[in-house]
Nanobody, 122 residues
Framework: QVQLVESGGGLVQPGGSMKLSCAASGTFWKINGMAWYRQAPGKQREFVARITPVSSTEYSDSVKGRFVIIRDDAKNMVYLQMDTLKPEDTAVYYC????????????????WGQGTQVTVSS
């Protein structure tokens, strides 16, 4: 069984920085894409950033130039470095991994973390 655990959320002032982490544990064969999403109060969950197995990255327009997604395959982890944070970045942040659990089937499944709260406020 695969589990994703996020860490690093909290309260930060506008203009500040924060780094989120997400680690996968359990039994699986390979992690494909890794991504971060967020959900603000009263809004739908939205895409933030993704990184491919060869470390190609994609960002939403709202975070481009301020956030950086990094993966560490040796540790089965993904990070989200968030700089120049704004109040509108306040949300619960979720990591999402696309994982092949069995090399015999090569079927990939989507797994989500439990979410970590990020609050940007003075």
């Amino acid at each position: 069984q695969v589990q994703l655990v996020e860490s690093g959320g909290g309260l930060v002032q506008p203009g500040g920085s924060m780094k989120l982490s997400c680690a996968a544990s359990g039994t699986f064969w390979k992690i494909n894409g890794m991504a971060w999403y967020r959900q603000a109060p009263g809004k739908q969950r939205e895409f933030v950033a993704r990184i491919t197995p060869v470390s190609s990255t994609e960002y939403s327009d709202s975070v481009k130039g301020r956030f950086v997604i990094i993966r560490d395959d040796a540790k089965n982890m993904v990070y989200l470095q968030m700089d120049t944070l704004k109040p509108e970045d306040t949300a619960v942040y979720y990591c999402n991994f696309n994982i092949i659990t069995d090399y015999r089937t090569m079927v990939a499944y989507s797994y989500w973390g439990q979410g970590t709260q990020v609050t940007v406020s003075s």
